[in-house]
């Protein structure tokens, strides 16, 4: 059996890209269905964040199904597999473990040392849990990469003072206007990076207002923060009231056109505006970047921000990596003699039926043997054969966790002629 994982992520892959591969909430649980019905995929968990796009898999062969994937995303989201390639990556195995690890302890986040990471992973794997999609391999995995994410925040600095790219987004908002207390900032979308990102400005002294797709919820996060709220039909109306507009939805379109800043801005006498994207697929038009007096930054726009804001993280990466490794051996070990275990029991099956076989033979044309003879016969049989068999499958299960143990699988197999 082979761990994969395909994807894409904000290291390899713009904003415009892995807003084409996003998978919004009720979209996963077919797109896995999809997935396991592809040849050879056997499990699958489908992680989807604004900043990446990553399946992990297992499969026999990591060849066939890092390209099976390739092709199934590229079909799926339709999008050229030339122009999609490029930005995908692929890692096998040990590399795979350990990509999944840093993953899931925010180690190859755009904010190291970020909280929700771990929280998008888990979903992610209840979701497949839920769906049958992660089995056996992938339940064992994803244990142990929360274990480890755990332990890394745990025991490292890592976290500590942490961010998120909701707190990256209000450090670039006072880099364009200073002291931000008397701003008023609207917040599109009422869930936790918007949550987050109004803390962050609450204590900056701007006032809080949220528009949502649903009234309640927005009414619900406005009233922890003293502020107003609004329906999303009402976004023409409140836009000119924005100093900063803030969104993170889930709406698969732009919800903010150019036409409409340009409105608003009329309506605020081009007093300018800040509007800050960290939805993917984005809720901001692009070409709101060209209208005068509005600043427009998307999530790719916060890198150099994350990265300045994370330099003191960058001592604790050598401890959280020595957690990483030290996870991963035991792990593979296991992974690499699963392929080993259904010839261990085919092997000790066509034993014991052959000896079964032959018992029963002996006991037909043994007319006068007593009870507790054949009893005893029964019982020297199934001594012979677990003496016969210790040493070939103690050392089968040793070998096949070399490099080349496939070799001797399919020699065992072969010799004894198992299906």
């Given amino acids: 059996m082979k761990l994969i ?24 649980v077919p797109a896995l269905e999809q997935l396991l019905a592809l040849e050879g995929m056997q499990e699958g968990v489908l992680l989807s964040t604004c900043n990446r796009v990553e399946l992990y898999g297992i499969c026999r062969s ?32 040990k590399e795979a473990m350990g990509h999944g690890i840093r993953v899931a302890a925010s180690l190859d986040s755009l904010v190291v040392g970020e909280a929700q990471i771990l929280g998008q992973m888990k979903q992610a794997y209840r979701t497949a849990v839920e769906c049958g999609a992660a089995k056996t391999i992938l ?58 990102a109004a ?25 922890t923060f003293h502020g107003q709220a609004y329906a999303l039909q009402q976004l023409d109306d409140i836009l000119p009231l924005a100093d900063i507009v803030l ?19 009329k309506k605020r006498r081009q007093r300018p505006q800040f509007y800050i994207d960290i939805a993917v697929p984005r809720d901001l038009d692009p070409k709101i970047s060209d209208v005068d007096n509005a600043f427009l930054y998307d999530i790719d726009d916060l890198s150099k921000i994350a990265s300045e804001n994370q330099q003191d993280r960058h001592q604790e990466r050598q401890a959280a990596e020595n957690l990483v490794l030290q996870a991963i051996p035991a792990f593979s070990q296991w992974l690499e003699t699963l392929d080993v275990v259904p010839t261990l029991v085919a092997l000790r099956h066509k034993l014991e039926s052959v000896r079964d076989q032959e018992v029963a033979r002996m006991v037909a044309g043994w007319p006068d043997l007593s009870p507790e003879g054949q009893k005893r016969l029964e019982t020297l049989g199934r001594l012979l054969v677990n003496k016969i068999l210790h ?29």
């Fill in 62 to 93: 990591a060849e066939d199904g890092i390209e099976t994937v390739a092709r199934w995303l590229s079909s799926l989201r339709q999008v050229e597999q030339d122009k999609l390639q490029p930005y995908l990556y692929s890692h096998v195995d």
């Fill in 139 to 196: 339940n064992k995995f994803f244990h142990l990469a929360f274990q480890v994410a755990k332990q890394i925040r745990t025991e490292t600095g890592i976290a500590r003072h942490p961010v998120s790219i909701a707190s990256v987004a209000v450090t670039l908002a006072r880099r364009i206007f200073g002291n931000l207390e008397g701003h008023t900032c609207l917040l599109l979308g009422a869930g936790e990076m918007c949550e987050l």
């Fill in 199 to 223: 803390r962050h400005l609450l204590s900056h002294g701007v006032t809080i207002l949220v528009a949502n797709r649903t009234l309640q919820n927005a009414q619900a996060l406005a009233a």
């Fill in 391 to 419: 040493t070939p499958l103690s050392q089968l299960r040793l070998l096949a966790a070399e490099p080349d143990g496939a070799l001797y699988v399919d020699a065992v197999r072969k010799l004894f002629e198992l299906e």
């Fill in 247 to 265: 969104s993170s939805t889930g709406s698969p379109t732009p919800l903010v056109s150019a036409p409409s800043v340009r409105a608003a801005l």
């Fill in 5 to 28: 994982v395909v994807g894409l992520n904000h290291k390899t892959a713009p904003v415009a890209m892995r807003e084409q591969l996003a998978f919004p909430a009720p979209e996963l």
